[in-house]
């Protein structure tokens, strides 16, 4: 978008925050950066230049604006739509791979060479992955710094630079403040009552109804991994260096993040993966304004817009708990899961509440005695094969997963149909367009509305909901009183 001269100058004009984290202005003389809904008076147009990303604005030359912080809009709905190596790519630097295993690395994840990535990078983006990552550990410190009374030493190895010194002059860069001048300018904090618990604010484009997305999550909430308390839904975190407790808690213009993590260094991926699990960078009035187009779905949108994919933290985690869902009633599958998490997941502990273990992780998994499965023989071999091919790396589901191979990987395991696998393209890869023909509470739905039911027929007239089929099924799943339809209470 930011070679679409006019339609940024608009943007910035009409200080709209739909565009937040589509583009970044910079203002050639004032030498910052800003983001569109910044609430300054707009410069001359002859003043401004548009960069696809923060990091190409810093590689320019241009600081962060303190008045809007540009650093702390959504990220771009561009990096969810889409499943070529561009966007793959900002999936894996958001999850801090760089970081943890450099560019090489991340080349070697997506099955590039590290000249086709970094050239694919610097042509859409303005920056390659080395700057991207640089551009996201400046975001982490300011944010420990702001929030936390960490000396500065930590906050740098916490946020991933490599020294002090590089730490001190990317804050100053960027910031155009030193670290402890960010920490006195920010906001009083109040006292954690847990050591290492953070609180921190996730943006998103309005509007965004909590209703299903919150709703979903509680409905099928594992006990032990998983609770609603206190108007929150609470979680167990698997992460790289240790594992985390996350609180996510819904209001008008944010949602609030509690985060417990064992190892600082996981601040970055815990973030991330919480965006992602309540598809916070979406773009809910492109989405909506193209499924009111269909005249049955219209009042759906209207009465209630702005509904999310509820997603997942942890995609080989959703895999399995798809397998135990199959054909039987969500609170059978909060059964079957729950025995797996007593036996085999990792204790945790949790002051504030009640989750006692992190999701078992595939290799647990594949190494228990199938007998003890409460479950029938196909789906317990359906079972034992994706967790044996999950823990062997046959079958690999992360953010960077081509969408197209992985869901022929899956249709390729025994007892995995089409309803299973659109479910795990659909909550665990993201893809936007995935739509679920042969569920139950789809064709209820369908045959209420008066669209077609059967399968065929109403994957054609789904058709015209594309490329946003995945948030139509919110819609019509939304029509039925289920419990993860409404927000609890």
């Excluded at 895999?319 to 059964?335: I, N, Y």
């Excluded at 504030?352 to 071999?381: I, K, N, V, W």
Aim: aromatic share 6%; hydrophobic share 40%.
């Amino acid at each position: 978008m930011h070679t679409d001269t006019e339609r940024c100058l608009r943007a910035v004009r009409s200080k709209d925050a739909r565009f937040d984290g589509w583009f970044f202005t910079a203002v050639l003389t004032t030498g910052i950066y800003c983001r569109p809904s910044c609430p300054v008076v707009p410069p001359k147009p002859e003043n401004m230049v548009f960069h696809p990303s923060a990091a190409a604005c810093q590689q320019a030359g241009f600081r962060a604006c303190k008045r809007c912080r540009p650093d702390t809009s959504p990220g771009s709905p561009e990096w969810n739509q889409r499943a070529d190596l561009v966007a793959r790519a900002m999936r894996l630097i958001s999850d801090g791979v760089v970081d943890r295993e450099g560019v090489p690395g991340l080349a070697g994840r997506l099955g590039y060479s590290t000249r086709q990535v970094e050239r694919q990078l610097l042509a859409e983006l303005g920056a390659g992955p080395l700057a991207l990552a640089r551009a996201q550990r400046a975001q982490t410190a300011r944010l420990l710094i702001e929030t936390t009374a960490l000396p500065m030493a930590q906050i740098a190895f916490a946020a991933g630079f490599a020294s002090i010194r590089t730490f001190n002059d990317t804050v100053r860069e960027v910031f155009a403040l030193s670290p402890s001048e960010l920490r006195a300018r920010a906001p009083k904090r109040q006292g954690a009552s847990t050591p290492g618990a953070l609180s921190l604010r996730l943006p998103f484009r309005t509007p965004l109804n909590p209703d299903n997305l919150f709703g979903h999550l509680a409905a099928t909430a594992v006990p032990g991994v998983e609770e609603w308390r206190d108007g929150s839904y609470r979680r167990t975190l698997r992460l790289p260096y240790g594992h985390g407790i996350v609180a996510l808690t819904p209001h008008p213009d944010h949602i609030a993040c509690r985060l417990t993590l064992s190892d600082l260094r996981d601040l970055t991926v815990a973030i991330s993966r919480c965006r992602r699990l309540l598809d916070l960078d979406a773009d809910p009035v492109a989405i909506d304004d193209q499924l009111r187009t269909d005249p049955v779905l219209a009042p759906l949108v209207d009465k209630a817009p702005g509904r999310r994919v509820p997603r997942t933290v942890d995609e080989a985690e959703f895999a399995v708990r798809a397998v135990l869902g199959q054909q039987v009633s969500t609170a059978a599958a909060r059964t079957h899961a729950a025995r797996l998490v007593t036996a085999h997941g990792e204790p945790v502990e949790d002051p504030e509440g009640g989750l006692t273990r992190l999701f078992p992780a595939p290799e647990a998994l594949a190494a228990l005695d199938p007998e003890t499965l409460a479950m029938p023989s196909t789906r317990r071999t359906t079972f034992t094969t994706l967790v044996g091919r999950l823990a062997d790396g046959d079958v690999h589901l992360g953010v960077e997963s081509d969408w197209p191979r992985t869901r022929a990987e899956l249709l390729a395991l025994p007892g995995f149909g089409p309803w299973t696998v659109d479910v795990i393209a659909m909550r665990a890869l993201g893809d936007p367009d995935a739509f679920l023909p042969t569920d139950l509470g789809i064709r209820r739905a369908a045959r209420e509305l008066g669209l077609p039911s059967t399968p065929a027929a109403l994957t054609a007239r789904a058709a015209a909901w594309r490329p946003w089929r995945a948030y139509a099924v919110q819609y019509l799943w939304a029509t039925d009183s289920h419990p993860i339809n409404f927000l609890p209470v």
